[in-house]
């Protein structure tokens, strides 16, 4: 190359650049997230990017090896590491990944951590290059030698080379081409070819010409290899294919920016070509040169490395911000900080009759965006207080936009009309017909109202909020979406249009076809043809989500934005497609849609997103693997086949993981466990884990898949196969003892319950046999004779009265007596009634000198409360014979009942002789025998404790005063 040729050529490439810097500057950024601190990275200073075969990102940074997921980090080190930075990633043909350190230190790894292979730190001066060639051999470029290992970190062969000055040749690096081939550059020599002479190694250079003969760093691609050369001197970098043992030069560049540096040269799946530098990175044609449809995105950043992933992604990674992820290149995004934009929340959007866009924002402004993708702003009136902009329409020859007050712009400048808060509007000749957040109305006549009186001029048609509006040219019939329902005004008249009897509430209206399309707040996108519906779009059919913000009809396709992302639905196929943020939208909050020149754009409030109508879908099925099994929380092998485990083996824990980086987190596990559950059952891709807990005995297979963004299952099921052994109690030896064990524990139990009930029987006879003594001490002879005598006594008197009023108690005592004895409880009602009889009776025996008192607390329902029968007579008869028959003068007994503690307590109190007094009688009459009714109350208190579980009870008290008996107390204790 002659010196006229170089200059003319560098003068040429000097314009190229900086004109390209110019439209660089100005050129659209695709739409990209970023991993980093923030997110999880632990270092912002990324050196490299790799994937391997099974889908996962592996990023050698700053603080070492890391694998993602597109959800999680997973650190790779190891203890023998004496620098943390790790880079040099590469894939063997075992798909085994190995990497270095910045010390000369090269690792493999396995499992879960990295393996030394080579330590070649003690033996370079600065950061060596290394290969992997098909043979499984590591050539490492150190300085003066190039060395030869295996796997095992093995030395197979060392040697150096003269140049001609007989000076050894210092090697720079080291690279293995798809075809094997080794090749190797130096400082002044340039590129050189190993092979392989009898039992030695040597090289052959290639064309030693000077665009090779500096620093070279050598990259894959393709079968060939690419070389970078860096002429120090003019800081110029040349880009040169190395094909066979041929050196192609391609291109050269001077640096961007002043100081600035090129750091590599990719070629992505799609054959684009990238250059990588200090200053961003650049997009080449095929011809590694910058042309106008060269893109430059993230200026000022040095870009260490880009590489694009088996799912069409782009990974950009820098030295200063971590790592930009590109989903889809041929999405743009525009907002502050990619355009000239000063609003990134955008509200409407309007393709012009001139095939123009025009973009309103949520402050006011209105943009129309250019053919080099920058933003002219129109000129508004400084001192209107603008809103956002709800609605822009053209209409006789100009632009009507609703953003607080109505504008009209007309050859760039703005006429406001003091109308404000319109929604939506539309034309019929003159006449304006608008809705608000408080009317459906019009203006009359518009541009003739005098703008003094135009927010007089309103004719109302429906005083309610509304939103939206839409109209049939046809006919003139304007169809507006109210807060309370959808609405139709034709000639004059308005009335609610009803689906199914219902009010539909709708965000938006486009009358088109004849049909009308209405997309509701919840209910999805209606399409109505005669006020009848003829399509009904809902997340049953077809549509994700429910909520319509938005939406575009575009021939045969309807574009769909809900609150859950974008919907793509061909209306003649009847099958849809979705989009969200793992496809590049970048916000669920889309307000507008605008289709223009085969490009879709949507209002965000996150930017303005470009984006082609075919939208690239995730093609590639996600891999699946099991990470760990645990059984009863102990890690167990998880190679193996078949586990076969005991029967308090039965907790089972299984990790899992896959590697859908395009979905970040939007996917799912599909698992089921055979014998268990055929039925498959989902997991959102967050949660890598399943736990069985407390499993049977049987046999078992755990399956699961892995399902990404849209949709794709794993080709292939992992499993784990394990049996449960049955426990011993579960074996036919065991339940044949079960069973002779069983029938002899029947068998006691059998006679144990025929004892108990033999017992009880006998208690129930006593009982029984009790309440017949006590119906005997009711009914004894004395008692009987004396009433009986009494009784014949007014009867001889010819006391009539008294007498048909004591037979009559007498009668009613028997009776009750008799009713009352085949009972085992009665109310305490009746058994008071029993006593107030018994008691009347003997007070005819003894005359007006006995008076006796019943009193109840007023706490106890004597109507609910069950006891005993005849259980408080025999005390009261006991009372009358031995303590007030021997009283003379007045003869008074109080009874008393009261509940303490679930206990009815009956307190029995007389003023007789007292129990002394009565026994010395006795004694005096030669009756030393007890009492019969005390007796027989003994025996039925002593049976009823036997009988019920529960504990009856009596206590007699002697009252005395001054030594003096004063009567006796019994208390009477009754658990109810």
Known sequence: MNKLYRYTFLKFLLVLIFGCQTYISLSQTPYYYKINEENGLPSSEVYQIIQDDFGYIWIGCDA????????????????????????????????????????????????????????????????????????QHIWIANIKTIECYDFIGKKLASFSKLNHAKDTICWQEVEVNTQG?????????????????????????????????????????????????????????????????????????????????????????????????????????KDFRLDEESKFFFNNDKISCIYQDKEGSLWISSLQNGIYVIPNYELSLFDEQSSNLSDHNITSLLKTAKNELL??????????????????????????????????KEWGGGLYVAHGPLSFFGQKKETVFEVYNFRDFCWIGDSLFFVTSGMFGVFPKFHSIPSSYIDRRAIAFHTRGCRALTIDKKTNTIYFASIDGLFKYSNGKTSEIKLSGKSIFANKLIFLFDQLWVGSVNEGLFVLQKEKIWKHYNHENLLHGDGVKSFKIVGETVFVATEQGLTKINCKTQQSEFFDYSDGIVSK?????????????????????????????????????????????LLIKKDDKLLNLNYNENNIDIDFNTACLRARGNFKYKYRLLGLDATWHYNSGINNHIQYASLPSGEFIFEI??????????????????????????????????????SGVVAILFMIRIRFITRRAELRNKVT???????????????????????????????????????????????????????????LSREIKLLDTYLELEKLRFGDEFKFIIKVDDEIDVDHLLLPPMIIQPFIENALKHGLLHKKGNKNLFMEFKLMHDVLICEITDNGVGRKKSEEIKARNSKTHQSFATEATDKRMDLLNSFNDKHYSFEIIDLYEDGKPLGTKVIISIPV
């Open 589 to 633: 909050e889309i307000n507008d849609i605008e289709y223009i020149n085969e490009t879709l754009i949507l209002g965000t409030n996150k930017g303005l997103l470009k984006l082609p109508s075919q939208i690239t879908k995730n093609t590639v099925y996600p891999n699946i693997e099991i990470t760990s099994v645990f059984v009863n929380q």
């Open 359 to 392: 973009v309103g924002t949520y402050t006011g402004s209105i943009y129309k965006l250019n053919e080099n993708n920058t933003f002219e702003l129109f000129s508004q009136q400084k001192e209107i207080a603008y809103r956002t902009v709800k609605k822009m």
């Open 769 to 827: 046999a009790s309440q017949l003594t006590a119906l005997k001490s009711q009914m004894n002879p004395h008692f009987l004779f004396n009433t009986l005598n009494s009784l014949q006594d007014l009867i001889l008197k010819h006391d009539i009265k008294n007498s048909n009023y004591y037979l009559n108690k007498f009668s009613l005592l028997m009776r009750e007596i008799l009713d009352m004895s085949g009972k085992d409880e009665v109310p």
């Open 64 to 135: 070492g090896l890391y694998r993602y997921d597109g959800i999680r980090f997973k650190s790779y080190s190891s203890k023998k590491q004496n620098s943390r930075s790790i880079s040099g990633l590469k894939i063997d043909k075992d798909k085994n990944l190995w990497c270095q350190n910045f010390s000369g230190q090269i690792y493999r790894v396995t499992a879960d951590s990295l393996t030394l292979v080579i330590d070649a730190s003690n033996k370079i001066s600065s950061y060596s290059q290394y290969a992997i060639d098909k043979e």
């Open 181 to 285: 081939k080794i090749y190797v550059t130096s400082q002044k020599n340039g590129i050189g070819v190993i092979y392989k002479s009898g039992s030695k190694y040597d090289i052959s250079f290639l064309d030693s010409t000077t665009t090779v003969q500096q620093r070279v760093a050598l990259d894959s691609y393709g079968n060939s290899l690419i070389a970078l050369t860096e002429i120090n001197i003019k800081r110029e970098y040349i880009i040169s294919l190395v094909v066979g043992e041929s050196v192609i030069e391609k291109n050269r560049f001077l640096p961007f920016t002043k100081d600035g540096l090129i750091y590599k040269v990719y070629k992505d799946n799609l054959n684009r070509h990238w250059l990588c530098t200090s200053s961003g990175v650049v997009k080449l044609n």
């Open 705 to 742: 898949r892995a399902v990404n963004e849209d949709g794709l299952e794993s080709l292939k099921t992992e499993q784990v196969k394990f049996i449960i052994k049955s426990p011993f109690w579960q074996r036919w030896w065991f339940y044949a003892l079960m069973v002779l064990l069983g």
